[in-house]
């Protein structure tokens, strides 16, 4: 740890000169880190706007800053997400967006000053980071901090898991990124799988998600995967607006060719959505579209050569019966063709043993891990 700085105190965000203070400190703590992708200012800001994100009509969020020194020296969001609670009957509260310097004195006081927000709401613990949802950026990189974050991922310092135990948090839930290669993906067995579902499925096709039919195609892939997820833990049910405000963002970026919908019988049973690794092109604009980062966002995006599967459900009657490896092996097979030398799989929950075996048998193996924590508020 290094020498406690003078902390001069903690600001609740009201102003827009905070909100830029607090948007803007992440962009200074990563300066020079290599494998930090600057994220797009813009989408930041929608993500904290209760007017634009719908993920605020059922929660609640403060924004919180650390000085030091005269200087902004850590952020934090405590987050009431009301609609999580009443899914899981249960009563507590998020912290998100957190970032700091490597001090756990100012760490404390920025969980201190979150924990007393979501106590005077009632809320008897905390779990986190979520940032500002479960469906969102959640976790802390614990394991593979020499890779870059693939798209929608989380990066942080090395020094948070640290400072968040040190704060008096514990394990809740590891989160798992696998890596698949061109070198490592297992194409016979993938292939063998494929033959294997066929018998037990004749009549499953795999089709390409459709652009042109978005609102149907929309509402085909929310139903499956709130359906699909039901039961994981952390979920929270995605209402039309959340699911839409998301598939609008993503549509820009999406390629159909590793984008499908598995169908039986012409029903829909299934999704999986990979999504080209645009950080690729995002790490060269510093977060700015202007005035000249769209010309070079453009210029990299040509040169992306990883994926990442950001999305995937399977109704509950059809899983376990292989529909998951076929979606996999279709994207992968697809972007092979089409130059991507690599997929990440996940986040997948790492006590979700059936997608963890889906992963290594298609020849993934885990690249990185990501931590959720919670705690008790006495």
């Not at 102003?15 to 992440?26: G, I, M, T, V």
């Not at 007017?51 to 800053?65: G, M, V």
């Not at 942080?156 to 514990?170: F, R």
């Not at 096709?205 to 195609?217: M, P, S």
């Amino acid at each position: 740890m290094k020498d406690n700085p003078d902390v001069n105190g903690i600001t609740l965000v009201s102003s827009k000169k905070d909100e830029k203070a607090f948007l803007n400190f992440p962009y200074q703590l990563y300066a020079g880190d290599k494998n930090w992708i600057p994220p797009l200012y813009m989408d930041q800001k929608t993500l904290i706007s209760t007017k634009k994100n719908p993920f605020y009509n059922d929660a609640d969020i403060a924004l919180f800053l650390a000085q030091s020194n005269g200087k902004v020296a850590g952020r934090i969001a405590a987050i009431h997400n009301k609609k999580f609670n009443e899914y899981h009957d249960t009563n507590v509260g998020f912290f998100g967006f957190f970032e700091c310097i490597d001090n756990q004195s100012v760490a404390n006081l920025l969980f201190k000053v979150a924990s007393d927000w979501l106590k005077e709401r009632n809320l008897t613990g905390v779990i986190g980071p979520a940032s500002p949802g479960t469906m969102d950026e959640i976790g802390v990189l614990i394991e593979g901090y020499e890779y870059e974050p693939s798209i929608l991922m989380p990066y942080n310092k090395t020094y948070y898991d640290k400072l968040i135990s040190g704060a008096g948090y514990q394990k809740e839930m590891d989160l798992l990124a696998f890596r698949v290669t061109n070198d490592t993906v297992a194409l016979d067995r993938i292939d063998r799988a494929e033959a294997i579902v066929k018998r037990r499925l004749p009549n499953l096709k795999i089709r390409e998600v459709n652009l042109k039919n978005f609102d149907t195609e929309v509402k085909i892939i929310r139903e499956i995967f709130n359906k699909a997820w039901a039961k994981n833990w952390g979920f929270t049910p995605l209402s039309k607006e959340e699911f839409r405000h998301l598939a609008k963002d993503l549509k820009t970026i999406v390629d159909t060719d590793i984008a499908h919908v598995a169908e039986i019988d012409g029903k829909p049973v299934g999704f999986s959505i990979a999504l080209p690794d645009f950080n690729q092109a995002l790490k060269h604009i510093n977060g700015k579209l202007l005035p000249f980062g769209i010309f070079k966002l453009l210029y990299y995006s040509r040169k992306i050569d990883r994926i990442r599967t950001a999305l995937m459900g399977i109704l509950p009657e059809y899983q376990g019966k292989g529909i998951d490896a076929l979606l996999h092996r279709e994207a992968i097979r697809n972007g092979l063709e089409k130059g991507y030398t690599s997929s990440e799989l996940g986040w997948v929950l790492e006590n979700n043993v059936e997608m963890v075996r889906v992963a290594e048998r298609i020849g993934g193996s885990v690249e990185k891990v990501y931590r959720m924590y919670k705690k008790e508020m006495s």
